[in-house]
């Protein structure tokens, strides 16, 4: 029987980036579910804080190149990637230079401060979609975790509905606990917009304080399934309930892979 296909797009994995609850926990649940009847494959961000020599990162030219235009301007897409150790997952780097170098002012190494973080998540989401379709790898589950990841669930669900690497994909996003620590550009929207995504889509979303939250809500929005690794606010938890979206709360403690893997293949049709 082939393995059943899990694609972690992730905010922040570690060691990548320092350790931090939401980056040992983006290394402990792919690492605990591959090889248990599953093929596990990761995306995350190429920070500048990431250490290409230490880490063995090395670009793929057949997947590097794509422009990605945002705002009307063109943003050149790289690929890299490097084996998460021990388990030699691959790990697949999203790079730019006008997005993920690093920057003096960065008070993290994911950047949570910076101006232009609406615009880092367009590009990340739009770089990990387009490359999981050049690898022709069809996910049964994507988990997608953390705000940077937060607009993934929309594109895959409106902009690439139709392609078949994801006719039957079901696609989780959790939120995890880090912030932005700065505005989000409140033009988010017309972005959005501007890349293709229908008004109507947006509408629901056009009222509110453009912040961690909104994000959150619009990947939710757009998700088959939830996971909260702390007690989510009243006001996620009612969002999700008044979509009648399937949830479960792990905490973030737990870095054990049999919850995860109990939900997901609870999202599953059995075979």
Known sequence: MAKKRIL??????????????????????PSGVHGRSYEVRTFMPKYGSVNERRNQ???????????IVIDDNDHPLILKVASLQP??????????????????DDIDPVGSNRADNDERAIFFARGTVETVMKLRWEP???????????????FLKRMFATEPAFASTK???????????????PELLRKLKEDGIPAKELAP???????????HKIAIA???AVIFNEEPSEDLLAFVKERDIPY????????????????????????
């Open 140 to 154: 049964a589950i994507i988990q997608c975790s953390g705000w940077m990841t937060s607009l993934n669930p929309l």
């Open 57 to 67: 990162l090395h670009e793929v030219i057949r997947l590097s190149g794509m422009n």
């Open 171 to 185: 696609i989780i996003y959790a939120p995890l606990s880090s912030r932005l620590q700065a505005p989000l550009d």
């Open 248 to 271: 479960t709360i792990i905490p973030m403690e737990t870095q054990e892979a049999a919850p995860y893997l109990e939900f997901y293949e609870s999202l599953m049709p059995a075979e």
């Open 205 to 215: 979303f056009k009222d509110m304080t453009p912040d961690t939250d909104m994000l």
């Open 8 to 29: 972690f797009i992730s905010q922040e994995i570690s060691p990548y980036i320092p350790a931090t609850p939401e980056s040992t926990l983006g290394k402990a649940i």
């Open 222 to 224: 757009y998700s088959d």
């Open 87 to 104: 388990s030699r997952i691959q790990v697949y780097f999203i790079d730019n230079d006008d997005y993920f170098q690093k920057l003096d």
